[in-house]
């Protein structure tokens, strides 16, 4: 968990569920109209969403591969 290969992965994980997140917020209410976004509250769970994602990857660490964020092996 303390290499760079670890938080790289886990970074990784992490920006990919902010993206999933908030495209998802956004086009949830049967469309997307820029004029019409709650930025505030949308990137506030997306921030979320990236946490979780983080937490996740570090409980994962000590039982997938030396230095993954995965449960899986050799799911880099």
Do not use: C, H, Y
Request: no cysteine; aromatic share 8%; charged share 10%.
């Amino acid at each position: 968990m303390l290499t760079a290969q670890f938080w790289a992965g886990a970074s990784d994980r992490a920006v990919k569920s902010f993206a999933q997140s908030l495209i998802l917020l956004w086009t949830a209410d049967a469309g997307f109209n820029v004029l019409e976004i709650s930025v505030g509250p949308t990137f506030g769970v997306a921030a979320g969403a990236a946490a979780l994602s983080l937490l996740t990857s570090i409980v994962s660490a000590p039982v997938g591969d030396r230095g993954s964020p995965s449960l899986i092996p050799d799911a880099r």
